[in-house]
């Protein structure tokens, strides 16, 4: 029987479906005698329990359960027939006037739009590549020297200087009135890594042992702290410690501490730029992915089911509140969270997932078993024991899912590639570096 299918609007469709009656009376009164047989109430032995009673006790909800599961299959038959690509839910109303020994409802639903893609030979796309340089992996060096550097006391009349460790008691004033956050002792900071701002860092540097100091600071109009932005307060600082700072030296000692397995200065150069190598390849490839996603979505033409669009904004709005709820905030559910904030990454999301999944339909994009693995590995080779990070990621279907849509992605992207109009650009490994 052919299924007549009503167009509404753009994506939206309606079917009309009819039941007969008796079948949904047979399927509730099946069930309701298997009910009977394991049923328990007070003054009945189970399985003794009269039809009446478990009629009255449970008709109403198994009705509307068979009535549900009825539609639902009926539904789902006439979109099969209709070769209709369903998205989300339908919404099912009854419907009167049906006829005798029948019950009709109306199905309203989305499908899924027909993807049209332009000719990606003419889309323009800039492909970033980067090395890892040899001052790199010195900063990098550096960088890990600082994290085990140690500090001494300096002599009594040296002055404070860049890199040094001061400690201090403060007070500020605003108005010749005290403002919160404006006063500590005892307080820590080396001079020179921006953890004060530069004002107060030039005030202190210079300053000797036991020296006492008054001087302004203009906090900035962007402030964080709300109630003294843009505001000038006076600080009186007195220095009560002074430490230089004495880094490792770059020998076997600082290549084993690191955990480098030949112990020697050239096995951390090789760790060092072997890791940097793997950020680099990571960085370049997102970037290089997100190129090809900006260009199929300025290159592909199609409507937007309203429907997962909503399903995908519900469940960024779950996300949020689990990542809330994990910092420790309570009544997160009452938390209101507005939806239109993620509306527009939600479209973005939805759109490039269609266009994606016609793209690796029609190109034959699938992720092959091999390339999973590949990858899997790849992410492995960072830890200690990579063997044990394969198996994590086999031995549960939602994580190689995660992987598999990694690499079904660069698959996109590398066939993109080739089609289009490829500039390419080399990035200097600190500009790659400080993109997020």
């Given at each position: 029987?052919?299924v007549?299918?009503?167009?509404?609007?753009?994506?939206?469709r309606k079917?009309t479906?009819t039941l007969?009656?008796?079948?949904?009376q047979?399927?509730?009164?099946?069930r309701?005698?298997k009910l009977?047989r394991s049923?328990?109430?007070?003054?009945?032995?189970?399985?003794?329990?009269p039809m009446s009673?478990v009629?009255?006790?449970?008709?109403y909800?198994v009705q509307?359960?068979v009535?549900?599961?009825?539609v639902?299959?009926?539904?789902?038959s006439a979109?099969?027939?209709?070769?209709l690509r369903?998205a989300?839910?339908p919404?099912?109303?009854?419907k009167d006037?049906?006829?005798e020994?029948?019950?009709?409802f109306?199905?309203?639903?989305?499908?899924?739009p027909?993807?049209k893609?332009g000719?990606?030979?003419?889309?323009?796309?800039?492909?970033a590549?980067?090395?890892?340089?040899?001052?790199?992996?010195?900063?990098?060096?550096?960088?890990l020297?600082?994290?085990?550097r140690?500090?001494?006391?300096r002599a009594?009349?040296?002055?404070?200087?860049?890199?040094?460790?001061?400690?201090i008691?403060?007070?500020?004033?605003?108005d010749?009135?005290?403002?919160?956050?404006?006063?500590?002792?005892?307080f820590?900071?080396v001079?020179?890594?921006?953890?004060?701002?530069?004002?107060f860092?030039?005030?202190?540097r210079?300053?000797?042992l036991g020296?006492?100091?008054?001087?302004?600071?203009?906090f900035?109009?962007?402030y964080?702290?709300k109630d003294?932005a843009g505001k000038?307060a006076?600080?009186l600082v007195?220095?009560?410690?002074i430490?230089a700072?004495?880094?490792?030296?770059?020998?076997e000692?600082?290549?084993?501490?690191?955990?480098?397995?030949?112990?020697t200065?050239?096995?951390?150069h090789?760790?060092?730029?072997?890791?940097l190598?793997r950020?680099?390849?990571a960085r370049?490839?997102a970037?290089?992915?997100?190129?090809?996603?900006d260009?199929l979505?300025a290159?592909?033409?199609?409507?937007l089911?309203?429907?997962s669009?909503?399903?995908e904004?519900?469940?960024?709005?779950e996300?949020a509140?689990?990542d809330l709820?994990?910092r420790g905030l309570k009544?997160?559910?009452?938390?209101?969270?507005p939806?239109?904030s993620?509306?527009p990454?939600a479209?973005?999301?939805?759109?490039?997932?269609?266009?994606l999944?016609?793209?690796?339909?029609?190109?034959n994009?699938?992720a092959?078993?091999?390339?999973?693995?590949?990858?899997?590995?790849?992410?492995?080779?960072s830890y200690e024991?990579p063997?044990e990070?394969?198996?994590?990621?086999?031995?549960?279907n939602?994580r190689?899912?995660?992987v598999?849509a990694?690499v079904?992605?660069?698959?996109?992207?590398?066939h993109?590639?080739?089609?289009?109009k490829?500039t390419e650009?080399?990035?200097?490994?600190?500009?790659l570096?400080g993109?997020?």
């Amino acid at each position: 029987m052919a299924v007549n299918v009503e167009t509404l609007e753009k994506l939206e469709r309606k079917i009309t479906l009819t039941l007969p009656v008796e079948t949904i009376q047979n399927e509730v009164n099946a069930r309701l005698r298997k009910l009977a047989r394991s049923v328990k109430m007070d003054g009945f032995r189970p399985g003794k329990v009269p039809m009446s009673i478990v009629t009255q006790q449970y008709g109403y909800s198994v009705q509307y359960e068979v009535m549900n599961d009825k539609v639902g299959e009926a539904f789902f038959s006439a979109a099969n027939e209709a070769n209709l690509r369903v998205a989300g839910q339908p919404t099912i109303t009854e419907k009167d006037g049906a006829p005798e020994g029948q019950v009709a409802f109306d199905a309203v639903f989305e499908v899924f739009p027909d993807v049209k893609i332009g000719d990606l030979a003419t889309a323009e796309i800039e492909k970033a590549t980067a090395q890892v340089s040899d001052a790199a992996v010195e900063r990098t060096i550096e960088i890990l020297r600082k994290q085990r550097r140690t500090f001494a006391q300096r002599a009594k009349d040296a002055a404070a200087e860049e890199g040094d460790r001061v400690t201090i008691d403060f007070a500020g004033k605003i108005d010749g009135e005290p403002f919160e956050g404006g006063k500590a002792e005892d307080f820590q900071f080396v001079i020179g890594e921006g953890q004060m701002l530069k004002e107060f860092e030039d005030a202190v540097r210079g300053m000797k042992l036991g020296e006492s100091k008054t001087f302004p600071l203009a906090f900035p109009a962007d402030y964080h702290g709300k109630d003294v932005a843009g505001k000038t307060a006076d600080f009186l600082v007195t220095v009560k410690k002074i430490e230089a700072a004495h880094l490792p030296e770059v020998n076997e000692q600082l290549a084993k501490s690191l955990g480098v397995k030949d112990g020697t200065v050239e096995g951390l150069h090789a760790d060092i730029r072997k890791n940097l190598a793997r950020e680099v390849q990571a960085r370049v490839t997102a970037r290089n992915k997100q190129a090809v996603m900006d260009a199929l979505a300025a290159k592909a033409e199609l409507e937007l089911p309203k429907s997962s669009v909503q399903a995908e904004v519900d469940r960024m709005v779950e996300s949020a509140r689990a990542d809330l709820k994990a910092r420790g905030l309570k009544d997160v559910e009452k938390l209101p969270i507005p939806e239109d904030s993620f509306r527009p990454q939600a479209e973005r999301r939805v759109r490039l997932g269609l266009i994606l999944a016609e793209l690796v339909r029609t190109a034959n994009l699938q992720a092959r078993p091999e390339q999973v693995r590949a990858q899997v590995e790849e992410l492995a080779a960072s830890y200690e024991k990579p063997e044990e990070v394969v198996r994590y990621y086999y031995a549960d279907n939602r994580r190689l899912a995660d992987v598999e849509a990694m690499v079904l992605e660069n698959n996109v992207t590398e066939h993109v590639l080739g089609l289009a109009k490829v500039t390419e650009r080399t990035l200097d490994f600190d500009e790659l570096m400080g993109q997020q």
